[in-house]
C-alpha cells in the first residue's frame, strides 16, 4: 500500500495556489486519505483562481497517480473565501463557504443521467438511507433505470443497506464504475474509504467530493439518480443542494414534533436553491405490534401529513416501523426487494409512483 509520505513527496512536484510553494508546504493541502489502492485528498484554494486550480487538481492528480500502489486518486477543489476584515477565519461567523472552486461546473446536467433527486432529512437517523435504497428499488420497479448516489459523506450507508464489500474498478478512460445491485448502479465514498474513516471535512469539500462522485462515476444510461444526502441542513447540505442540478428533493421525517422542525428547515433549504419539492415522507409512522396486532402510534401519527399541508408540499405517503425494514436494511436485502410482496414495499411502490408522476 502507498504510503502518506510517498504521496506528499510525490506532490511536492507541484506548485501550491501561490506557483510556487510546494503544494504539501502551501497549507492548501488536505489531510489524505489512504483506503488500499485509493487516495482521497482535496486542495483549498481562493474561487476566483479557479481555472488555475483546476489546472493544480489535474497536476496533483498526475503526481500521484504513477505511484506504485494507487489505483485511483480523488482530488477535489475546495473554496476558501478570502481574509475579511474583521474576521481571522475569513469567514464572518455564521455565514457558510460557498461552492467548490470551478462553478462552471456547477449545476451543469450530468451526461447520460435523465434526473436527478435528493432524499433528505432535517436531522440523522429518521430513516433517510432507508428511504432513499427503498425509493431507488422501487423507481426500478416503475420501469426506471436507477442509480443511487450516497452523498451522505460522514457515514455512508449504501454499503450496509445493500450488502456491497467490493471496490469499483476504475476504467481506462479513469472513470470509476459503479456497483450494482437489484439492477442499480449505486456508488458510495463507503466504497472508497473504510466506514470507520472518520469524515470530518467541511461544506465545500463535500460539495466537491460529491461533485467528483456525479462527474467521474459512469453512470450512463440512466432515468433517475437518487442522491441520499448528508442528514441536516447546514453549511454541507446547502452547498451539496446548491452544486446539484436537482429534478427535485423528497424529505424524510418521522412524525414527531422535533422532527417536523428540522424537516420544515429542509424544504426551506430547498426552496432557497431552488429546487422543487417532491413531497415529504412519513417514516416510523405507526407500529403494528406483531404478537397482538394492535397499533401504537409510538412517535405519533400523521404529523408530516399535516405538516406538508400547512406548508404547501405534497405529502407522499407513509411508512410504518417495522422490525422486518431494520432487518432487512441491517441485512442488505431492502424491503422491496427481498419482499416485494410485503405491505411495506407496496407502500414505497405507491411512493415511488407519486414521484414518478411528480418528475413527469
Ligand atoms: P438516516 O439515514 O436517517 O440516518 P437510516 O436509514 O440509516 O437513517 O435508519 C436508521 C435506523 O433505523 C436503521 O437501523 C434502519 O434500519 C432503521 N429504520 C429506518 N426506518 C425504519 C422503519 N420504518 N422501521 C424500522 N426501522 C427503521
Known amino acids: 500500500m502507498v504510503s502518506k509520505e510517498e504521496i506528499i513527496a510525490a506532490l511536492a512536484s507541484v506548485p501550491g495556489p501561490d506557483g510556487r510553494t510546494p503544494l504539501p508546504d502551501s497549507g492548501a493541502l ?34 500521484v497517480k504513477p505511484l506504485a500502489g494507487v489505483e485511483t486518486a480523488l482530488v477535489t477543489l475546495t473554496a476558501e473565501r478570502p481574509p475579511q476584515p474583521g474576521t481571522p477565519s475569513g469567514r464572518p461567523s455564521g455565514q457558510p463557504a460557498r461552492m ?64 456491497l464489500k467490493g471496490r469499483p474498478e476504475v476504467t481506462e478512460a479513469r472513470v470509476i464504475r459503479p456497483l450494482e445491485a437489484h439492477g442499480l448502479k449505486i456508488m458510495s465514498m463507503g466504497f472508497l474509504v473504510s466506514e470507520e474513516t472518520a469524515m470530518v471535512w467541511r461544506g465545500p469539500m463535500v460539495a466537491g467530493a460529491v461533485q467528483q462522485l456525479l462527474r467521474e462515476v459512469a453512470w450512463e444510461p440512466l432515468d433517475v439518480l437518487v442522491v441520499d444526502m448528508p442528514p441536516g441542513t447546514g453549511d454541507a447540505q446547502l ?67 399535516r405538516e406538508a399541508a400547512r406548508i404547501g408540499v405534497p405529502f407522499l405517503g407513509e411508512i410504518p416501523l417495522e422490525l422486518a425494514l431494520r432487518e432487512t436494511s441491517d441485512s442488505g436485502n431492502p424491503i422491496v426487494a427481498s419482499q416485494p410482496s410485503s405491505p411495506i414495499a407496496a407502500a414505497y411502490r405507491d411512493i415511488a409512483r407519486r414521484v414518478k408522476e411528480a418528475l413527469s
Open 239 to 305: 452547498t451539496l443542494a446548491q452544486s446539484i442540478a436537482l429534478a427535485g428533493a423528497v424529505i424524510v421525517s418521522t412524525p414527531q414534533d422535533l422532527a417536523l422542525i428540522d424537516a420544515r428547515r429542509g424544504v426551506e433549504m430547498f426552496r432557497k436553491v431552488n429546487a422543487p419539492i417532491l413531497g415529504i415522507i412519513e417514516n416510523m409512522s405507526m407500529f403494528i405490534c406483531p404478537n397482538c396486532g394492535a397499533r401504537h402510534d409510538i412517535f405519533g401519527h400523521g404529523g408530516a401529513r
Open 100 to 163: 467548490r472552486a470551478g462553478p462552471a461546473q456547477a449545476r451543469t446536467p450530468i451526461v447520460g443521467v435523465g434526473r436527478v433527486i435528493a432524499v433528505a432529512s432535517g436531522k440523522g437517523g429518521v430513516g433517510k438511507s432507508t428511504t432513499a435504497a427503498n425509493l431507488a428499488l422501487a423507481l426500478a420497479g416503475e420501469g426506471l433505470r436507477v442509480g443511487i448516489l450516497d452523498a451522505d459523506i460522514y457515514g455512508p450507508s449504501m454499503p450496509r443497506l445493500f450488502g
Open 30 to 63: 488536505s489531510d489524505i486519505m489512504i483506503s488500499g489502492g485509493r487516495v482521497v485528498f482535496s486542495i483549498t484554494g481562493d474561487p476566483a483562481q479557479s481555472a488555475k486550480l483546476e489546472e493544480m487538481r489535474l497536476a496533483a492528480e498526475r503526481a
